[in-house]
């Protein structure tokens, strides 16, 4: 993820502000930059590779200013080198930039006349305020009117030529906190950045823009209108800061999912083409099979891959419980590839595993999110997740992050199978590129399903049920509510229920339903009337049409945007999460660290 810092004051701000980017270096990048206002006017320094090169161009060529902004990226468009790094530049306007605009393309189009000179989708941003500028905007005016041309998930940083008393700042989708010093404010991409400058901050709300002084700071929200946002006090170290606003690491991480999952787009698929993005050591046209191996919240992604694997791109898989696999002998075929899904990268079986398969000489991918991991060094290909680092013990915006990344794996294994023609290519690639808007839009509905979870803390037991893609994420919800809730919970394929589980279900049993309106939606509903008839209390997750077919069966009802069938999954995964999570928040426990639990499971 990338990292945000800016300062505006009366002293010179260079020093700090790679500071800042410093305390940010846990979130991970690949270039960094910086840009003050020196006498009003625009100046950077940019480095491709880690701080200590930037530090070294600073002290080659010194920068001074009394506003500036500074910016750690994770390469999304473009590869990663000192053009496309950060602070991005167009006539009077530097930008810093987190997430993904979605229409940057359409905007370059519109603004062809403009001279373009990186690969990103943030310079659009800057062409953008400096175009308004010239038509007689003032700067004001000019970055609110900008705010509204955008699609996407961000968070800004901008200072512009002849103001250097004003920093302009938003988020939407990407996380962005104030601080307020004396003679001096601040931005930061989140409180680390923050930490050692102010123990007063303001978290700006979705769809937030604020203007900076050293004085001062006046925030609007979506419509223009001035709000006031709280001031929260920061005490208890790095580790408090880091958490910020939120109650929990686990929804600090939920939120940051529009954001991470734009980061693992970034490295399998190409917006500008709409064309995936592959690695040249991975040609699924020489596999046959794809086996897939995990433990857990990863297996489930494993089970969502399957379905897209095979719908997409004619592939058999096999989908194995890590700690399973080895032990019963499985016939290995030379011409499968395997792959190991891992948060950590050191899951002990599924190293085990991983290493069974080498042995054997099948060719071993791993598709992790620590690109350091004992798995990533001993596969013949590592595949990084880019979700950054996640404290909750049960994970969520790595699992997002490993169903996307599968996701475009099966996309680009049609594209070399010749499954998918290249317009079908570029349909499922714009789905993918959607899916960091419509992930944002689902945390909208949070206080609406806390309301819910009150009922449902009071559950012994809960079902959850889903057909297809859905079904995976069924059996991750009900993981999900075990993990640290404690309340018994499980996940079945709706088809099952007459096999058995339907026994089970009693006047006021919970059983969420998980019904997007595709393809299966009617069947679905008919295993959801068997249930209702039998006493459960149903809540009905799905979207709005499938709302509009069947609100009238659920005792809850939660409507989540409209997604296509392919990224539905990733889509239906947020409710479940939040879910969980506000049951347990509810029921008092310990949600970051629930009992009996490890972060990764480092022996058999």
């Known amino acids: 993820m990338c990292g945000i810092i800016g300062i505006v004051g009366k002293q010179n701000v260079t020093e700090r502000l790679v500071d800042g980017l410093k305390r940010l270096e846990y979130r991970g990048y690949d270039s960094s930059g910086i840009a003050v206002l020196n006498d009003g006017k625009l100046e950077r320094r940019r480095a491709e590779g880690k701080i200590k090169g930037l530090e070294a161009r600073l002290s ?17 468009h473009g590869i990663p080198n000192e053009t496309n790094a950060h602070p991005h530049f167009s006539g009077r306007v530097g930008v810093v930039h987190n997430g993904i605009i979605e229409n940057f393309l359409d905007l370059r189009q519109e603004m062809s006349h403009r001279n373009f000179t990186s690969e990103t989708d943030t310079e659009v941003v800057s062409h953008l305020v400096d175009e308004l500028l010239g038509q007689g905007l003032t700067p004001k005016d000019a970055f609110a009117l900008s705010l509204k041309k955008l699609k996407g998930a961000y968070a800004f940083g901008v200072i512009i030529d002849e103001h250097p008393d004003h920093i302009y700042c938003a988020r939407a989708g990407s996380p962005l906190a104030l601080g307020v010093g004396d003679d001096e404010m601040y931005i930061g991409s989140d409180a680390m950045a923050l930490a ?10 979705e769809g937030d823009w604020a203007i900076l002084t050293p004085e001062s700071y006046v925030i609007y929200d979506l419509n223009d209108k001035e709000v006031e946002r709280p001031i929260t006090i920061i005490s208890g170290g790095p580790a408090m800061a880091e958490k910020g606003q939120y109650r929990h690491f686990m929804l600090k991480e939920m939120y940051e999912q529009p954001e991470t999952i734009g980061r693992t787009l970034a490295n399998y698929i190409d917006e500008y083409r709409l064309v995936s993005n592959m690695p040249e050591a991975l040609d699924f046209s020489e596999f046959d099979r794809v086996i897939i191996i995990a433990c857990g919240t990863a297996c489930y992604a494993a089970m969502t891959a399957k379905y897209w694997f095979e719908q997409i791109a004619g592939m058999a898989v096999d989908v194995d419980i890590a700690s399973e696999f080895r032990y019963r002998k499985p016939v290995l075929a030379k011409r499968s590839l395997f792959i190991a899904v891992s948060q950590s990268g050191e899951t002990a079986d599924t190293l085990a595993a991983l290493r069974y398969c080498k042995e054997a000489g099948v060719k071993t991918a791993a598709l992790v999110n620590v690109m350091t991991s004992t798995m990533a060094r001993e596969a013949d290909i590592a595949l990084p997740i880019n979700a950054g680092p996640e404290i909750g013990v049960a994970s969520t ?12 794996l099966a996309v680009a294994a049609g594209t070399s199978r010749k499954t998918i023609s290249s317009e079908q290519q570029n349909e499922l690639v714009k789905a993918l590129i959607h899916t960091p808007r419509l992930v944002k839009q689902s945390l ?16 012994k037991s809960a079902f959850y049920l889903g057909r297809g893609t859905q079904t995976p994420i069924a059996f991750e919800g009900a993981l999900k509510l075990k993990e640290i809730s404690y309340i018994h919970a499980e996940g079945y394929a709706a088809g099952e229920l007459k096999h058995g589980p339907i026994a089970l279900i009693e006047d006021g049993t919970p059983v969420v339903v998980l019904a997007p309106f595709d393809g299966l939606f009617e069947k679905t509903i008919s295993n959801l009337q068997e249930v209702a008839s039998r006493g459960a209390r ?19 009802l939660i409507v989540l945007p409209k997604a296509a069938d392919f990224i539905a999954p990733i889509v239906t995964t947020i409710a479940v999460q939040l879910l969980a999570y506000h049951t347990a928040v509810h029921l008092g426990t310990d949600v970051d660290q629930p009992r009996n639990l490890a972060k990764s499971v480092t022996v058999e």
């Open 60 to 76: 080659q060529d010194s920068l001074d200013g009394q506003a500036g902004i500074a910016h750690t990226r994770w390469a999304t």
């Open 196 to 205: 050692q400058l102010s123990t007063k901050l303001i978290y700006l709300e």
């Open 397 to 408: 915006k790595a699992f997002t992050s490993q169903l996307t990344a599968l996701a475009a």
């Open 444 to 459: 909208r509905l949070d206080a609406d399903i806390e309301k819910m979870a009150f009922e449902f803390s009071k559950a």
């Open 538 to 556: 149903i809540m009905l997750i799905t979207d709005p049409e499938g709302a509009e077919h069947a609100s009238s069966l659920a005792d809850d």
